[in-house]
């Protein structure tokens, strides 16, 4: 399995039964292809729509039906329209089970940074900083490293924050780490991974359990 | 038909106000018997009185406080954008969920220099208003999406503000009031007002009552309200009575104005 496959699959295993969730533009859409039989997931737009169904095929592209990423989408039966005020009342109100987003750097104390890097690219929080103060929890897909190798994982994030303290679960093509009160703990490691491999990459201080599962 | 005449000449010295002028009516009507149906549909030509896009365009004055709907461009009243790009009309304060794309929504007001300072979400599609923001051209404040969404409507509703967990401890609270109501934290952040409110809807009746399509709903319906003036841009127009009272998602209230646009210029 590829990095992106392999966390986009361990993303899906996170939903439960009836969970409202929101996905993030890029890596964290393609959980949707690894959704568990017999679970069923309501996907929320953050533009204003509950229900959001698969790409259409080519040429069967509606104008008006888009993602908070501009990308065409259908609806599926059961599908609600509303506006964007609404729309983020159901996110800032809690009502929304998980949302997963990437992240330019995350830290131990559950700090994200995912919006801007001073001086270089500035486009704007979008619904980033309401999602991640509003969902019930809060999971950060990446790649473990940047391009260039270093952890993103750090001790103190050193970005301009999207939201303080708010992020629950950080799932790598390395590693599943959960923010808890004491640290950052290593719940998971992917298959061919050992502790070891993940502890060198990780800027973080990683709490390790007795037990550590595995995934991928 | 001496009443009927009388609501017109209302209509047009611009005196009327939508509910005022329904009691009026109603009271008149128990009066004089006067056909209540006749009146209410001469009425709604007036309502919300059909223009051009360029008569929509000229309405906004260099330097005013735009509130514009859309997102990314889907539900954004193209026609009068064009029209405002036509006429030049600059200086402009635009407040507006994303800057679109360069050929698309308000990125192609933003291509044309007509931009001065934004109160905006997201800028990631539009290389050129960040070039712009770089260099000092346009003032931006950025303002996490579901903050501008509640603070146009808090305008719109009439509340001088709101107060969100939203943006604590990032920059976004830096400058700001941090409140504390039982015993959380929020940011206190005062309404946003516009001079003028231009919107997209897909149908509308002659009241200016708005129904929407799909995601192309998005902001409109937040950004009429918050408008001094609000003009409605519409696909199609049809009679008072023939859209159904429960689907309709602006009520006319917040409408004056509407330009009638069948040219869709994205898709």
Redesign the interface.
């Known amino acids: 399995m590829d990095k992106r496959a392999m966390i986009g699959s361990r993303i899906a295993l996170e939903f439960k039964d009836g969970d409202y969730v929101n996905l993030g533009i890029g890596l964290p859409t393609l959980a949707v292809n690894y959704i568990p039989e017999g679970i069923h997931v309501v996907f929320q737009s953050e533009n204003g729509m509950l229900g959001v169904g698969p790409n259409p095929a080519e040429g069967k592209e509606d104008k008006d039906m888009i993602n908070a990423g501009g990308g065409y989408i259908t609806a599926l039966k059961g599908a609600s329209f509303f506006d964007s005020a609404l729309s983020f009342a159901i996110i800032r109100g809690g009502h929304i089970d998980a949302t997963v987003l990437g992240a330019l750097q995350v830290d131990q104390e559950g700090n994200l940074a995912n919006w801007m890097i001073p001086g270089k690219m500035v486009p704007g929080m979008g619904g980033a900083m309401d999602l991640v103060t509003g969902a019930r929890k809060v999971i950060v897909a990446m790649e473990h490293c940047d391009k260039y190798g270093n952890s993103k994982i750090l001790k103190k994030c050193t970005l301009p924050l999207t939201a303080k303290g708010k992020v629950n679960l950080i799932i790598t093509d390395m590693a599943v780490m959960e923010v808890c009160a004491e640290g950052l703990v290593l719940r998971e490691i992917a298959a061919g991974t050992t502790i070891e491999d993940v502890k060198k990459v990780t800027d973080a201080d990683l709490i390790i359990p007795d037990t550590v599962g595995c995934f991928g | 038909m001496r009443f009927e005449l009388q609501c017109l000449n209302w209509v047009k010295t611009g005196l009327i106000q939508h509910y005022k002028t329904l009691k009026k009516v109603d009271t008149f009507m128990q009066k004089d018997c006067v056909d209540f149906n006749y009146i209410i549909r001469i009425l709604g030509e007036f309502m919300a009185k059909l223009i051009s896009a360029a008569e929509a365009a000229n309405m906004i004055k260099p330097g005013s406080r735009v509130a514009i709907g859309g ?2 461009a ?2 954004a009243p193209e026609c009068i954008i064009d029209a405002i790009v036509e006429q030049k009309i600059g200086d402009l304060h635009m407040i507006v ?2 800057s679109d794309w360069e050929d698309r929504g308000v990125g192609k007001l933003v291509v044309a220099n007509l931009i001065k300072s934004a109160q ?6 539009n290389r050129t208003i ?1 070039a712009q ?1 770089n260099s000092n051209q346009v003032q931006i404040e ?1 303002v ?4 501008l ?2 603070r146009v ?1 808090a305008a719109g509703a009439g509340l001088g503000g709101i107060l ?9 609270e830096e400058g700001k009031q941090v409140i504390n109501l039982n015993s959380k934290n929020y940011i206190l952040e005062p309404a946003i007002e516009a001079d003028i409110a231009i919107i997209k809807a ?1 149908k509308a009746d002659k009241m200016g009552n708005l129904v ?11 950004m009429a309200m918050a408008g001094k003036i609000t003009i409605a841009e519409v696909e199609e127009i049809v009679e008072i009575g023939e859209l159904d009272p429960e689907l309709i ?1 602006c009520p006319g209230v917040f409408v004056n104005y509407m330009v009638k646009c069948t040219e ?1 210029a ?2």
């Open positions: 997102f990314l889907v539900g969920i994303a905006v979400s997201h800028l990631g599609t960040q923001m950025l996490p999406q579901g903050t969404m509640e409507r969100t967990p939203t943006g604590l401890g990032t920059v976004v897909y929407f399509r799909k995601t192309a709903r998005n902001s409109n319906p937040i998602a869709v994205h898709g």
